[in-house]
């Protein structure tokens, strides 16, 4: 399992420290203003359905009814065919109709606005086609224990939007975010070749073809409904969290401009520790727990979820303290320039401290989640996400009105922390009360005092350091 882990996140990790390269060069380039915020609104839109349907609903639906299929070929591509037909036709929905669908996403903006922003959704939304079929065969390759292509693969996505940064650097804003955008196709386009290689050099390739060709005579679709059963109620699980963000956003449509900007830098700097840590070790984990369960072997299971605990605990803790503590500083060193300001990183630095104070509730739940959605629970899962969905709006409505983005953050973060609470009440209160009565329990509070310490000493000497 850690080898996979570690795989898992090395991908990650290469993938985004990319990803921040590309987003100090873009700050540089657009800063934080209207232009910056229409090229956010505009990818939000293909982020959206991309993590509701291609990504998190699908992977954690796909794996266990592909596991155990009897028909794995036939059942892959009719899945397969099913999904695409769907994503390319609500892609033309979008093209034929851009200015209502970004209204949408942000309903208090002006009219010129919104016709400013259309023509970038159009580009950016068709980046969802192509993601998908990164997801399909990502699954494919999860089932295989290999999960660094998928994770590295982002990389190419940011190799292209650094290449139009960097050829478009002196171009006016909206030249700029025209570039971006078709530089996202571009990226997304490598995604899929380099998956293709993968499936190719596994073998998996041969399987596909072989389900394409029988595919009209191997009757799946008592396997389809089982997925289907699976996949709405996840569908709405990991929806949620893509609808706060979604939320977040149009909320932050209201106050100053800048503030979808400072969400969207803040947000990129939680998911690195996020990413590589929490989505590395349960990715990894999730085909070793599903295949256990459909082996009617919960003991090892519970036990490979246990395995992830204390180190989930111990590297999210200490992400915690030092995005806390260090969050001036951090969002210096990557955004103070050019057109990022000052006032932008003191404002972004807040919207992270806020974002930081959920990880480890993220990052737990989503571990714990893990156990449901292999014991094929998913629509327990999706209630239990749907709970934390109406604290994350009510907090949101009501913090934005004193600390503006920074209550935005906060309030997904109290949200998050809602997950958890739900989450392990219907995994068991006695099964982490095991875990916690241990000595590791001493060890990492002990840990996490020291690591307090140096890093609230080390945040006085660099900030002394930046503004003399």
């Known amino acids: 399992m850690f080898k996979s882990v570690f795989s898992n996140s090395a991908g990650i990790l290469i993938s985004r420290v990319s990803g921040l390269i590309r987003d ?11 232009w910056s915020d229409i090229f956010f609104m505009a990818f939000k839109f293909p982020n959206l359905f991309r993590r509701i349907f291609a990504e998190g609903s699908f992977t954690q639906s796909f794996i266990p009814s592909y596991i155990a299929s009897r028909q794995k070929s036939v059942f892959a591509v009719a899945i397969f065919i099913r999904f695409m037909v769907f994503i390319v036709a609500l892609s033309l929905i979008i093209t034929l109709f851009p200015e209502t669908s970004t209204k949408l996403l942000a309903w208090d903006w002006s009219e010129e606005l919104i016709a400013k922003t259309a023509p970038i959704t159009i580009i950016n939304f068709w980046y969802l086609d192509l993601i998908f079929i990164v ?3 990502g699954a494919l390759l999860q089932h295989k224990e290999h999960f660094f292509t ?3 693969s982002t990389v190419w996505l940011n190799i292209a939007m650094i290449t139009a940064l960097l050829l478009f650097a002196h171009s006016d804003p909206k030249t700029i975010v025209y570039a971006l955008s078709f530089s996202i196709l571009a990226g997304g386009l490598l995604q899929v070749i380099t998956h293709l290689y993968s499936i190719r050099h596994l073998g998996i390739g041969k399987m596909l073809v072989g389900g394409w060709k029988y595919r009209k005579t191997k009757d799946v679709k008592a396997e389809e409904r089982k997925f289907s059963s699976l996949f709405f109620p996840s569908l709405l699980g990991n929806s949620t969290a893509q609808i706060a963000s979604f939320i977040d956003t149009s909320l932050a449509s209201f106050l100053t401009a800048g503030s979808i900007s400072y969400l969207f830098y803040a947000n990129r700097v939680f998911q ?8 590395a070790i349960t990715t990894a984990l999730f085909p070793s727990i599903a295949k256990a369960i459909n082996n009617n ?10 395995k992830s605990f204390w180190l989930l605990n111990v590297l999210l803790g200490i992400s915690v303290l030092g995005g806390v503590l260090l969050a001036e500083p951090i969002i210096w060193l990557l955004f103070e320039r050019g057109a990022f300001t000052i006032t932008d990183t003191h404002t972004t630095a807040a919207v992270l401290q806020m974002y930081m104070v959920g990880l480890v509730p993220f990052g737990l739940a989503k571990l714990f989640s893990l156990y449901l959605y292999a014991m094929h629970q998913h629509l327990k899962a ?6 934390s969905l109406v604290v994350n709006m009510i907090f949101s409505v009501i913090l934005m009105q004193f600390m503006g983005a920074a209550g935005l953050a906060l309030a997904g973060s109290i949200g998050g922390i809602a997950q958890l609470i739900l989450t392990v ?16 329990t001493l060890y990492f509070t002990v840990g996490m005092g ?7 000493a080390l945040n006085d000497f660099l900030l002394h350091s930046i503004r003399t």
């Not at 690195?272 to 989505?279: D, E, G, K, T």
């Not at 072997?297 to 246990?306: C, I, K, P, Q, V």
């Not at 999706?382 to 709970?387: G, L, Q, V, Y």
């Open 150 to 152: 998928t994770a590295f």
């Open 272 to 279: 690195l520790p996020f990413a590589i840590i929490a989505l």
């Open 135 to 137: 997801t399909f065969l």
């Open 450 to 456: 020291i690591f307090g310490v140096l890093f609230y």
């Open 24 to 34: 100090v060069l873009m700050t540089s380039v657009l800063g934080a203003n209207v």
């Open 425 to 440: 009440k219907e995994v068991g209160w006695s099964r982490v009360l095991d875990l916690l009565k241990t000595k590791y």
């Open 297 to 306: 072997n919960t003991t090892l299971a519970y036990a490979n979820l246990a």
């Open 382 to 387: 999706a209630k239990i996400a749907a709970a």
